[in-house]
Nanobody, 123 residues
Framework: QVQLVESGGGLVQAGGSLRLSCAAS????????MGWYRQAPGNQRELVAR???????NYADSVKGRFTISRDNAKNTVYLQMNSLKPEDTAVYYC?????????????????WGQGTQVTVSS
């Protein structure tokens, strides 16, 4: 199986910055796409940003120009640099990764989620 562990959440004032990290571990053969999603109370989980193995990226309109996603393929780690944070960015942020894992003598697809990290932006 593939496990994701997030870190870097916390409490910050509006206009501040945070950097989230997510490290994947386990029987990984290849990670295709890694991404960050968020869920605020009473809302559905939504895409924040994602990045492919070739480092193509896409962002939610609400974070364009403020957030930057990046990845270190050698470390199976994805980062989310969040600048100019707003109170509406307050949510639990979840890391996601999909790709191929080793399964005995074969390969199997995986789509894994982290446990979530709280980001709170005060006004």
């Amino acid at each position: 199986q593939v496990q994701l562990v997030e870190s870097g959440g916390g409490l910050v004032q509006a206009g501040g910055s945070l950097r989230l990290s997510c490290a994947a571990s386990g029987s990984i053969f290849r990670i295709n796409t890694m991404g960050w999603y968020r869920q605020a109370p009473g809302n559905q989980r939504e895409l924040v940003a994602r990045i492919t193995s070739g480092r193509f990226t896409n962002y939610a309109d609400s974070v364009k120009g403020r957030f930057t996603i990046s990845r270190d393929n050698a470390k199976n780690t994805v980062y989310l640099q969040m600048n100019s944070l707003k109170p509406e960015d307050t949510a639990v942020y979840y890391c996601n990764a999909e790709g191929l894992r080793q399964a005995g003598g074969n390969f199997a697809g995986f789509n894994s989620w982290g446990q979530g990290t709280q980001v709170t932006v005060s006004s």
